[in-house]
């Protein structure tokens, strides 16, 4: 079955810094890669997707990239904030498959 | 609509009793997705429905997990005997599709001692 990879696992910045989460997947069939945010006490919530035809999509401060030939994709995000501070996980939807979650990475902005 | 409501919010239940996990997905939606989260194992996905229907269950750990989907707004998780291995928070989430954004519960936090 597909296995997402995720890194690093915790990552701080200052405020104003940028961070990059990277991941990486195994099923050359997936096409779709969302990435969630997911607070203390929440569910994950859908911050930025991407579909195997884009190789980048941007959102205000958040972007994310694609390579399917290397099949890893990552989120960026600039001009950090402290409310940016979550656990972040990238997914993976192959060919017959639901999202397909990497471990997660803990985002501390520190002011 | 209130979005995917989940109940309990919190279960704390002896090992060997069963427990049973509830979901309403958003209206609409033909997908149910079951997850469970742990800091060791992260979020995994138990099984998932088409339209009621289960699709794919190959995540549930073992006989002991059942999940059913009576109807278009109503989804169980059942756990008979619980052990306490199964505490996690369990999350239930709906979408349009599989390939699209999934909206998740406030999820139930399961303790089993």
């Known amino acids: 079955g597909e296995n997402v990879e995720q890194h690093p696992s915790t990552l701080s910045v200052q405020e104003g810094d940028s961070a990059v989460i990277k991941c990486t997947y195994s099923?050359?069939?997936?096409?779709?890669f969302p990435w969630y945010k997911q607070e203390l006490g929440k569910g994950p919530q859908l911050i930025i997707d991407?579909?195997?035809?884009?190789g980048e999509k941007k959102d205000q401060r958040i972007a994310v990239t694609l390579n399917k030939t290397a099949k890893h994709f990552s989120l960026h995000i600039t001009e950090t904030q402290p409310e940016d501070s979550a656990v972040y996980f990238c997914a993976v939807v192959g060919a017959g498959t639901a999202l397909i979650f990497g471990k997660g990475t803990t985002l501390s902005v520190s002011s | 609509d209130a979005g995917v409501i989940q109940s309990p919010r919190h279960e704390v239940t002896e090992m060997g009793q069963e427990v049973t996990l509830r979901c309403k997905p958003i209206?609409?939606?033909?997908?149910l997705f079951w997850y469970r989260q742990t800091m060791m194992r992260g979020l995994e996905l138990l099984i998932y429905?088409?339209?009621?229907?289960?699709?794919?269950d190959s995540g549930m750990p073992e006989d002991r997990f059942s999940a059913k989907m009576p109807n278009a707004s109503f989804s169980t998780l059942k756990i008979q005997p619980s052990e306490p291995r199964d505490s996690a928070v369990y999350f239930c989430?709906?979408?349009?599709?599989?390939?699209?954004?999934?909206?998740f519960g406030q999820g139930t936090r399961l303790t089993v001692v």
């Open positions: 209206s609409g939606h033909d997908y």
């Open positions: 989430a709906s979408s349009f599709s599989r390939s699209a954004e999934a909206f």
């Open positions: 991407i579909r195997s035809n884009v």
């Open positions: 099923d050359s069939a997936s096409n779709y």
């Open positions: 429905f088409n339209n009621n229907v289960p699709i794919d």
